[in-house]
C-alpha cells in the first residue's frame, strides 16, 4: 500500500500487549533486590558492543554494578519483558518507546546510547543509516534526488513496523523533491533487505551500519546517508529504558549503571576496531560493522521532537499524548552531574 496509514498488526498486537501489562502486571522488582544485579536479555548483534565493552573491560564492576544475562527475547516482546519485571532495561529508540508511553507503559528513558555523529572527522561508516539502490534495476540512479525521476511508487524498506520509523526517508524524500505518497513501505530486517535489492523485489534499502559493507559487497549503490537528513545527532538517537517503579526504587543502580555505560560507549568510539572484537567475544558471531554512541551523561531534550512530531502526523499517537517530559527523566543525570 502506497503512503501506509495504518500500523501493521503486529505492531497493533505489541501495543495491545503492552496496554495489558502496564496496568496487569506491576512486579516490578519482585525478584530484584540482589545487590546491584540488573536483568537484561543476551545479545547476539551488534547492538551488544557497548554491553560486551562494559562487561569486559570491567566498567560495570568499576561502579558495582552486577549485569544478569537472561535469555534472548524477540523485539515484539521486549518492551513487555520489561514491564513483567522479567528484564530490567531495554535500548529503545524514541519513536518505539513513546508509541510504548502513548498505550500506558510506564518505562521512561533515562540516558542516551547510540547517536548519530556530526562531528565531519567521524568515517561515514558510522552513521546510523545509509540508503542502497541496485544499479542493474536503476542505472541512472546515483543519489537520492534521482529517485524522484522514477515512475511509479517505490518500494522501500524499513526497520520496523513503527511508522515513526519512517522518519528519516521522509526527510531525505522532503529535501529531494521526492513526494511521500510514492513511497511503498516494505518492513524487513537488514539481511532480508539485502536479499531483496538483490533480487530486485525493492527499490531502495535503509539499512544500519553491520549491513554497510555486506550491500556494497553485493554490488548495490549506496545514494544517501543520514547526515543528509538534517536530524543532526537526533537521526541515530536511542534510549536506556527502566520502568518507572524500578527507577524510583533503584535511583542510585541505575545512575551506577549509566555511569558504567557511558564510559563503555566512549571506549568504543575511540577503539571501533577493538569494541567489536569484544562484541565478537560476547556473541559468538562475526560482526562487519559498528554504531557510534553518545558520549555524555547528559540528556538532550532536542533530539526526540522530530519523532514525535513524525508519529503525531501519521496519527500513530494522540497530539499531546506524548511529550519530552514524559518520554525522558533528567533524575539520574542529576544524580550522575559531579561525575561528568
Known sequence: MTGRLVAPITEVLSVALIVVFSFSCQRADRNSNRASSIKTWIRRDCSATPWAVAEINGFFAAEGVNVEWTS????????????????DVAILRPDTLAVAKAAGARITGVAEADIDPIDPSVDSRFRHAWWFINPNKHPDVHCFADLARLPGPLRVSTLTSNLGAELETHRLADRYGLPRSRLDWVTMPGIHALQALKQQLIDVAEVDPPFFKAMSDAGSRKIADSSETDLGAAGGITYYVFRDDYIERNA????????????????????????????????????????????????????????????????????????????????????NTSFE
Open 72 to 87: 534472548e527475547v524477540q523485539p515484539a516482546m521486549q518492551i513487555p519483558s520489561i514491564l513483567r519485571g522479567d528484564n
Open 252 to 335: 542510585d543502580k541505575v545512575a551506577r549503571f549509566v555511569r558504567a555505560m557511558v564510559r563503555a560507549q566512549r571506549w568504543a568510539n575511540a577503539h571501533s576496531s577493538e569494541a567489536i572484537l569484544l562484541a565478537e567475544r560476547m556473541t559468538g558471531i562475526t560482526l562487519t560493522g559498528n554504531h557510534y554512541y553518545s558520549q555524555s551523561l547528559r540528556l538532550d531534550d532536542s533530539y526526540p521532537a522530530p519523532w514525535l512530531a513524525e508519529l503525531e502526523m501519521n496519527h500513530v499517537i494522540p497530539r499531546g499524548r506524548v511529550t519530552v517530559t514524559s518520554l525522558l527523566t533528567h533524575e539520574i543525570e542529576k544524580l
